[in-house]
């Protein structure tokens, strides 16, 4: 039984048929999914803290209104992530509390401060850029729920990353102080964003079988190399540069040559040892103990009605 299950699951990845909630599906791959998808959702409402910083303080209201719906997309990628990894059986409250205890990550992005109103269209710009990147693979994704969830979730990426690059246009045709605060923010956030897409593929313990698995498409390198192709013109354009001195076009390949990577810092940042990490996390653990009267009303509510169902 279990080798006929295991022969129509690879069947299906073969086919590029999605894999659906309550399709047969080796423990490993569950897992694995639950892993990913988890990390993803929490990334997304981590992600909210940094902009949220400079909502009181955006420059008109055209742009306070604009962050604001922002903000608020990332909350509900956030919550079709979560309802995507309960199909796969676990409990939202489960994935919740483990990334609360620090037993599951977020990306290492978020850990990142963001110190100027410049920050705030290279996060647009910049690291929702990486996102898509990554993201538009991910909707090919052989799970059926993950992949359609990422249908919505790029398009909403795709507006994010546009109102980012207006944002820094703005500044990039203005005075000489807020072309140096952009400049300074890509300065901070270049070699942090090239991070997001993972360690290099030699030493990414997960990517041989999720590519195997075709949960991922692309590899991590590949990936990266990816924006970086579309990234630098963008830069160029703003008349901005990029604080890599390796970085170079390399005609024979057709990619743009880049500089390498401080591993140390990424793998320091994702041990929880970040600029921001405490922060972030002490953010989430008060928004959840603060939130506990919301979530005792919304029980008490639901054992009434069904109370009254039943009388
Ligand atoms: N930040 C934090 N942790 C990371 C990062 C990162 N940028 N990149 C890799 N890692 C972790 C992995 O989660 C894994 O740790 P684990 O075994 O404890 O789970 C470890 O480093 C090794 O990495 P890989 O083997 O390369 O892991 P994986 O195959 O999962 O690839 C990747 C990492 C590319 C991030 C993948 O998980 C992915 O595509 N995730 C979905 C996209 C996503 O999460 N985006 C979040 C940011 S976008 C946004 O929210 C706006």
Redesign the pocket.
């Known amino acids: 039984m279990n080798e006929h299950n295991q022969a129509n699951f690879e069947a299906k990845i073969e086919a590029d048929i999605f894999i659906e909630p309550k399709d047969w599906m080796p423990d490993a791959y569950r897992k694995n999914l639950i ?2 998808i988890g ?2 959702a929490h ?2 409402i981590i ?1 909210m803290l940094p902009e949220a910083n400079w909502l009181t303080r955006a420059p008109t209201l055209r742009r306070k209104a604009i962050l604001l719906a922002k903000i608020q997309d990332e909350a509900g990628h956030g919550l079709y992530l979560y309802s995507a990894a309960e199909t796969l059986g676990c409990t939202r409250q489960d994935i919740y509390q483990k990334l609360l205890d620090e037993k599951m ?5 978020f850990n990142y401060p963001s110190l100027s109103w410049a920050d705030i269209g290279v996060i647009g710009w910049l ?2 850029g990486a ?1 898509i990147v ?2 538009v693979a ?1 909707c090919r994704a052989s799970y059926g729920p993950y992949a359609r969830a990422m249908v919505k979730i790029c398009k909403e990426e795709s507006f994010h990353q546009r109102q980012g690059y207006e944002a820094v246009m703005a500044l990039a045709a203005g005075t000489n102080e807020q072309k140096a605060m952009l400049q300074d923010a890509i300065n901070r956030f270049w070699w942090p964003v090239l ?5 290099n593929d030699a030493d ?4 041989a079988q ?1 590519m195997a698995w075709k949960i ?1 498409r692309f590899s ?1 390198d590949e990936l990266r190399q990816k924006f970086v192709d579309n990234t630098v013109p963008q830069v160029e354009a703003l008349g901005m540069s990029i604080p890599d001195a390796d970085l170079i076009w390399d005609e024979t390949i057709g990619h743009y040559r880049f500089g390498e990577i401080d591993w140390a810092e990424f793998y320091q940042v ?1 041990k929880g040892n970040g600029i921001c990490n405490t922060e972030r996390l002490a953010a989430k653990r008060k928004g959840w103990e603060d939130g506990a009267w919301v979530r005792e009303g919304a029980m008490a509510h639901s054992h009434k009605q069904k109370a009254m169902k039943s009388a």
Do not use: C, T, W
């Open positions: 892993r990913q990390q993803h990334s997304e992600g990550k977020y990306s290492s992005i690291v929702d996102a990554n993201q991910l991070m997001m897409f993972g360690p990414s313990p997960h990517s999720s991922k991590n994702i």
